[in-house]
């Protein structure tokens, strides 16, 4: 049996008994359903130089005779800070202006689905990246002058929808195509108007929640969260 038909199973057998203790008509209870799934696309690898002049954030470190660290204590992290802060700021406008606009172009959201899209730059893994690439790819992210060359960043996606009706509930592959439709903009939007050469990362879902609600109508016509009335027991009196 699968998580929808259970749901529904669940759902009726709710409803049936709010409504044997409330005693009111079908038209005053329903049940609201939530759905929410979430996605990652990690590690597209941003190219420095499209964005910047990298010698501005060059790492400093004591070196062997080859150049590079003599060990992890010795780099100082203080540029990679400044970097990220600069990041963060350069892709503040890209958020808050330009995925609004692709989302309600692929999406086009009802009032009650909320999508969320969000660029971020992961310093601590982009240190553990930049520590291993002095041993295994010495010249990929760091020159042997410090100079940094590649920083990935990590797209975070969420689509949740509350409904009383279960069958516009999206399924899990039709919201994940959707979501590959607008990486695909992005990608398109951040070469085009911003310059950004990304090498891509993948799409991968991270986990969703369900949950359902009974909900009853108050005289003002709002729907607010069911409460089973209190059984109260009459005291006996003392004699």
């Known amino acids: ?14 409803l049936g008994l709010a409504k044997k203790h409330s005693g009111s008509s079908s038209s005053k209870l329903k049940v609201e359903y939530n759905q929410v799934y979430f996605f990652t696309e990690s590690w597209a690898e941003l190219n420095l130089a499209d964005i910047l002049r990298p010698s501005h954030y060059r790492l400093v470190f004591e070196r062997d005779e080859f150049g590079y660290p003599i060990d992890e204590d010795s780099i100082d992290w203080t540029p990679i800070v400044k970097l990220s802060t600069f990041i963060e700021n350069y892709l503040k406008p890209i958020n808050e202006t330009e995925i609004p606009k692709i989302i309600e172009k692929v999406f086009n959201p009802k009032d009650y689905e909320e999508i969320v899209f969000h660029i971020y730059e992961a310093s601590n893994s982009n240190i553990e990246y930049i520590e291993s690439s002095f041993e295994y790819e010495p010249d990929k992210y760091v020159s042997k002058e410090g100079e940094l060359s590649q920083w990935a960043i990590s797209f975070e996606m969420k689509y949740e929808i509350t409904t009383f009706n279960k069958n516009e509930i999206p399924t ?3 919201v994940r195509d959707l979501f590959q439709e607008v990486i695909d903009k992005v990608y398109e939007m951040l070469q085009l108007k911003y310059g950004m050469n990304l090498e891509r990362g993948n799409l991968d879902d991270t986990g969703e929640d369900f949950d359902q609600t009974i909900m009853i109508q108050t005289k003002e016509g709002d729907w607010v969260p069911y409460k089973k009335p209190e059984t109260i027991v009459p005291r006996l009196r003392n004699r």
């Open 172 to 174: 899990l592959s039709d």
């Open 1 to 14: 049996m699968n998580k929808s038909t259970l749901g529904t199973i669940v759902g009726t057998a709710l």
